[in-house]
């Protein structure tokens, strides 16, 4: 008795086939979005469950250093920047949200190889749900700096309608590399840590802190070819400055966000599995 083959179902694709993984996996990103949700939901709530202040350390935290880096450039470095504290809080806003997506997601792996082991769900939910955790954050970060801005007579122009095409920028690029952090990750154990020494000088070497035009001669190079600098850029320009940000600043932004997304995405899917198969 011939028995014919069992065909798999159509949202169920074959691994082995790297033509056409990175379309079904986004396919199954967008079918498995009510998961993301909750992925979201519960971090947030994990997050802040066993905290006296709560959703409060988001708002203080970027308050304190505010405080104490405005002290140290005006007063020790003798460096004076117009309204430090609303140039300062600008420069960390997509900082902030890049370091704490691509850490968290580098922190998923555990959940995401206990959880599909009792479920089927693409593992390209939890780098989304990151994504998402800090996007939360970022909105909440936009308090202290609308209050500082106000308290500090800034003017919010126009541009700050801007804001919603830096996000998108910043996301994508932020996906991109948080892709690869977890697919690492999810094979080597020290990437984590790795990572996290290495956002310290990465932080340093972008124009966040300070004017772009101190930075030496000599080690210009390193803020040049460093996509942070047009990226924070991006997001300093219309709420700092008042003006959209130029075409260069613009085109190397999309420039370096459809890099990372595209490399992010194809190193993800066409590593994850053998990784995590063998973690």
Excluded at 138 to 158: D, E, N, W, Y
Aim: glycine share 6%; charged share 15%; net charge positive.
């Amino acid at each position: 008795m011939n028995v014919p083959p069992m065909e798999l179902p159509k949202d169920i694709y074959d691994s082995s086939e790297r033509g056409g993984r990175v379309i079904a996996e986004a396919r199954e990103l967008w079918r498995f979005r009510h998961l993301v949700r909750e992925l979201i939901s519960r971090d947030i709530k994990v997050r802040y469950k066993r905290s006296f202040l709560g959703v409060g350390w988001t708002l203080l935290g970027p308050l304190m250093q505010m405080a104490a880096l405005t002290v140290a450039f005006s007063a020790i470095l003798r460096y004076e920047v117009p309204n430090y504290p609303v140039y300062f809080l600008t420069g960390t806003l997509f900082w902030t949200f890049f370091s704490q997506a691509t850490s968290h997601a580098a922190n998923l792996t555990t959940d995401a190889l206990e959880l599909s082991r009792r479920i089927y769900l693409p593992r390209s939910a939890f780098v989304a749900s990151a994504l998402g955790v800090a996007l939360v954050n970022v909105a909440v970060s936009l308090v202290p700096l609308l209050v500082i801005a106000l308290l500090t007579g800034h003017p919010i122009r126009a541009t700050w309608l801007f804001l919603p095409v830096a996000i998108v920028l910043g996301a994508a690029f932020t996906a991109g590399v948080g892709l690869v952090i977890f697919t690492l990750a999810s094979r080597f154990m020290d990437v984590r840590e790795t990572y996290l020494v290495l956002l310290q000088p990465w932080f340093f070497v972008t124009p966040i802190l300070y004017p772009r035009e101190i930075v030496p001669e000599r080690f210009q190079p390193l803020v040049r070819f460093n996509p942070m600098t047009y990226l924070v850029e991006v997001f300093r320009a219309p709420l700092y400055n008042g003006w959209l940000p130029g075409w260069k600043t613009i085109l190397f932004s999309c420039l370096a966000a459809t890099v990372s997304l595209a490399v992010g995405w194809w190193f993800y899917s066409s590593r994850i599995d053998d990784y995590a198969s063998r973690s």
